[in-house]
């Protein structure tokens, strides 16, 4: 399945996290983590490394499904502003943008949420593609320029980088890093 992420895509994403984010405020957001796996494994991962770099870290998770409610999981919708969460956060990663109903809203509540010198990570891969639009879930379909376009759409923001996915690249597994324009 597709959709799911693999740990070793967490923690090769967790080391790139690390490298990228050298003063961290210690909040880290997963949007669509039923299961609170993500979480889990961005946070263990990231406080084995670094040594003291991360050892404040909070790494939360947010789902619509009420039986979500542990691990670390609030239970919302993604597309609300959180305003506790207004710049807090190191990172924010999601691969669920194709269960939005409004992808820039989406994108806008998320980059809310990421620190001035924070990330947004977004998976995208086949099944994030019009040819996965296929359930009641699976509502948004785009190409990865599309998704990349998106993410700029508003002139605030911009891709600065597409890494592949260490284990699913033959899927096509690309995520699209995404930070504040520069000013």
Avoid at 36 to 50: H, I, N
Wanted: with cysteine.
């Amino acid at each position: 399945m597709e959709g799911y992420l693999p740990d070793y895509d967490i923690i090769f994403l967790a080391g790139f996290i690390d490298t990228v984010i050298h003063s961290p405020l210690g909040l880290g957001l997963c949007h669509g983590t039923r299961s609170g796996r993500e979480q889990r494994v961005f946070r263990e991962e990231l406080m084995s490394r670094s040594g003291d770099k991360w050892k404040e870290l909070r790494v939360l998770g947010t789902d619509i499904a009420p039986d979500a409610a542990s691990n670390d999981t609030v239970i919302m919708d993604y597309h609300v502003q959180q305003p506790a969460w207004q710049g807090a956060a190191d990172f924010v990663f999601s691969n669920t943008l194709d269960h939005s109903i409004a992808p820039a809203r989406a994108i806008e509540s998320w980059m809310s949420a990421v620190a001035r010198d924070g990330i947004l990570i977004i998976e995208h891969g086949s099944d994030h593609t019009e040819l996965g639009v296929n359930s009641e879930s699976d509502v948004f379909g785009a190409s990865l320029q599309e998704y990349a376009a998106l993410a700029s759409l508003s002139g605030k923001y911009e891709v600065k980088e597409t890494v592949a996915s260490p284990t699913r690249g033959d899927r096509r597994i690309r995520f699209l890093v995404v930070k504040r324009s520069e000013e």
